[in-house]
Every structure is written in C-alpha cells, then in structure tokens.
Antibody, heavy 125, light 110 residues
C-alpha cells in the first residue's frame, strides 16, 4: 500500500520560492502505472490540482500556475518535489501529494486514491 | 480550464438521501468517464469515495453512489448518517493528463 509524506518549510516570505518534497513508500516512484501529483487547498477553500510528474520527468501543470511551477523527481530517493516561484499570500495553503494511477491495470484509475497527510505552507513576511 | 461547478451546500435528515451535482463541460466531465468524488472531514486529507463515475473503492459503504448525464456528474448519499457530514469534492480528467476539481459542497446532516 502506497504511503506518501510531504515535507518542507511551513513559512515562506513573499516573492520567494516555496519548495516541498513528497517521499513515497510502499512502492516505487518508477512504476510505469503512476503519475505523481500535487494538490493544494487554501484555508477555507476547495482543492486545486497543481500538477503531476512521471518518473521519466515528464510534467503536466495547471495552466493557471504553469509559469511559476517546477515539479521534479528523484528516483534514487523515491521522492518528487514541488517549487512555486514568486509566492504571494494567495499561495498560502495545505499542500498534498498523491499518486494518480492511469494505466488500464489500475484499481482506481485516474483518481487520487491515496493522499499524504498534507503540509501547511504560510506565505508571510 | 475552469473549476467544475458544485452547489456550496446540501443537507438532509438522517436516513434520507441527498444528491450533489458536479457540472463541467464536454472537455472534462462530459468527455471522459473519469469523474471521482472525495469526502473531506475538517482537518483531514480527502478520501476517495467514487472513481470512474460509478465505482466504489473497497471499504466505502454502498450508501454512496455516483452517476453521470452529459456534462453533469452526481453523488448520491442514501440513508444519511451523522458521520456523512463533511465536504465533498468532485474531480474530472480533462484530457492531456490534466485534472480539474469542483469547488466543493458542504453536506450537513440535520
């Protein structure tokens, strides 16, 4: 059973870069069946898909955030990471990582069946 | 891509049924049978309740069911119980490995 854990600073200054890492256990990030996703939730608001990455490094980004995003993968550490540049208060949110299984063999195909516990990031000076 | 449209709130008494809608476009909900529903209690991570429009993961009660007609998907909770009170979010595959979420619906059990 896949388990994911987000980590990173809880406080980031405006205009700086937010950096988070998701550590995957219980399975390989190099699986051919999964994309690895980031989702965020501002306080009191709904969920927003940020983007996903395949183990080869191919990325898919939310068009509204694309210009400020970088998602990368480190297969040797079974981790993937998120960077958001030039943050503002609007980037304050709980950030979740979750796998997105897309293969025909998936049990929960094209859904986020497992979620990390989430990490709170506040953008403030 | 725009967020899917959900009603902000829904409610029902214990034992009743309630249906929550999720409206998109032909580019997402209407174009693919990949609509999912998530339940989120306060301070917790979302939990997958329905995937591929109608399928339930193991462990999800059969009181939860999903359907779709055109560009609108629906989640029905039958036999409402107190523990069903939560926020519910839909998402849909939107092509080219993009995903779009709904704005969320707060379900209140009266």
């Amino acid at each position: 059973q896949l388990q994911l854990q987000e980590s990173g600073p809880g406080l980031v200054k405006p205009s700086e870069t937010l950096s988070l890492t998701c550590t995957v256990s219980g399975g390989s990030i190099s699986s051919s069946s999964y994309y690895w996703g980031w989702i965020r939730q501002p306080p009191g608001k709904g969920l927003e898909w940020i983007g996903t990455i395949y183990h080869t490094g191919y990325t898919y980004y939310n068009p509204s955030l694309k210009s400020r995003l970088t998602i990368s993968v480190d297969t040797s550490k079974n981790q993937y990471s998120l960077q958001v540049n030039s943050v503002t208060a609007a980037d304050t949110a709980v950030y979740y990582c979750a796998p997105y299984c897309f293969a025909t063999s998936c049990y929960t195909r094209r859904a986020f069946g497992v979620w990390g516990q989430g990490t709170t990031v506040t953008v403030s000076s | 891509q725009s967020a899917l449209t959900q009603p902000p709130s829904a409610s029902g008494s214990p034992g009743q049924s309630v249906t929550i809608s999720c409206t998109g476009t032909s580019s997402d909900v209407g174009g693919y049978d990949y609509v999912s529903w998530y339940q989120q209690h306060p301070g917790k991570a979302p939990k997958l309740m329905i995937y591929e429009v109608t399928k339930r993961p193991s462990g999800v009660p059969d009181r939860f069911s999903g359907s779709k007609s055109g560009n609108t998907a629906s989640l029905t909770v039958s036999g409402l119980q107190a523990e069903d009170e939560a926020h519910y979010y839909c998402d849909s595959y939107a092509g080219n490995n993009n995903v779009v979420f709904g704005g969320g619906t707060k379900l209140t059990v009266l």
